[in-house]
């Protein structure tokens, strides 16, 4: 299982000209390979990795990113594990019941679930956490993203507002949030109450000798609700309404791994009213018995939903599918509900793989083609000797999120708990 004292990993630093040290050309050549650290410096690009000796490697990423390389230096590093707080996909977002500070930690990705419709200023997730905020008292609300290593560099969007009954439809989001901050600048973000004051560091009127002032969210930065690489770190604030429901998306840039402090404030008081979301499954499993495979799942709440129907199949890339077994759903539920059936009779010589369906009562149909099961009933028995998120980063056996369990007989299996 994971180790909980300290993993050894690599650091290279990257040398550029001075004009590539930006955010966007860092994106650029490192949102496409898997890293567990990234970062800007005034001088440098540093990447984290697993492996050693790589420094031909990392040139060529940034090469093949059209990023001039002067020089490439690595060194073995020494870091502490960390464990995922929350879930990485926003079906399996945490209910922030509280304006106090709660520390909260970044592990991975989980499901890519930006796209080019709802991520406003965002990029990609790196190491993402989605939140419901649920308004019981109306006014101004703030925010404030504390890292807990300062050099960390923490990005955000905020969508909504929505309602009980809307949220879970909208999560993940289908359109562009309404705040969003993807500062290059490290150190706490968040949503502050915008104030009168020097706008500008610039003069302004007759030959810019006077002062230039306006409504601004931080020094010499005038207010926004979205801003860029270029960005101060700060949006306005949020003036809400009792019962409107707002969907948080956390995401650490840096793919450092390390926790924040995730506070509130102004006049707004976050509930703890459960927002009812259609299905929201937890887990799904597969066990292998002398009578058969017995499929398991998991849901945490439910709306409007009909049944849950399981589909096998061996060769899952044909898209050759049987429908296996049906069973009847709660249709509206806010507590956990359990549910299992028996796959009598599944394949003895190929690997058999699983699928979850859920009909709503309008009959529409939701495929949870990222919880894909497979299990080989050729294989007695294993054991389970590491396990591993989406990133490649080593997690602990009970982690939420879509996983993939290393066998001691050299198998793979992806799971999602």
Known sequence: MANSAALAQSSYKIFTPYSYLTKNYLASATDNIP????????????????????????????????????????????????????GNNCEAAELLCSNTSQTANSGGA????????????????????????????????TMTIAPTNGGDDYDFAIWGPFTTATAGANCPPVS?????????????TGLMIPYTGQSSSFGCGFLGLFACTGTITSTNNPVDNSEGAGGDKWVGNLNTTANQIYILLVDNFSNSGQPYNLSFGGTSVLGCTPVVLPAGLTAFNVQKTS????????????????????????DPASGNWKEIAQVPAQGQSQESHDYSTLHAIPSQTEVNYYRLNL?????????????????DNGVVSKK??????????????????????????????????
């Not at 009578?291 to 061996?314: A, C, H, M, P, Y």
């Not at 709503?360 to 495929?367: C, I, K, P």
């Not at 369990?405 to 999602?416: F, H, K, N, P, Q």
């Open 35 to 86: 890293n567990l650290g990234q970062y800007v410096f005034d001088n440098r690009f540093e990447l984290v990795l697993e492996q050693e000796h790589a420094e031909n490697y990392v040139r060529s990423i940034f090469e093949s990113a059209g990023i001039p390389v002067l020089n490439v230096t690595g060194s073995k590093i020494m870091v502490p594990f960390k464990e995922k707080a929350g």
């Open 359 to 375: 009909t709503d009562l309008d009959g529409s149909r939701t495929t949870y083609d990222a919880n894909l099961l497979s299990a």
């Open 384 to 417: 389970v000797e590491r396990v591993f998120n989406t990133m490649g980063q080593e997690v602990d056996e009970n982690c939420k999120g879509v996983v993939i369990y290393y066998y001691s007989d050299g198998t793979t299996e992806r799971v999602y708990r």
């Open 291 to 314: 009578q058969g495979n017995i499929l398991s799942w998991t849901t945490e709440t439910e709306d409007r939903s009909n049944f849950f129907t399981v589909e096998w199949t061996t």
């Open 176 to 188: 562009a949030p309404i705040r969003c901050s993807y500062s290059s600048a490290t150190g706490n």
């Open 110 to 141: 989980g499901t890519q679930e930006l796209t080019g419709s709802n991520q406003g200023c965002l990029g990609i997730e790196h190491q993402s956490s989605w939140y419901y905020l649920n308004v019981q008292t109306g006014g101004t609300l």
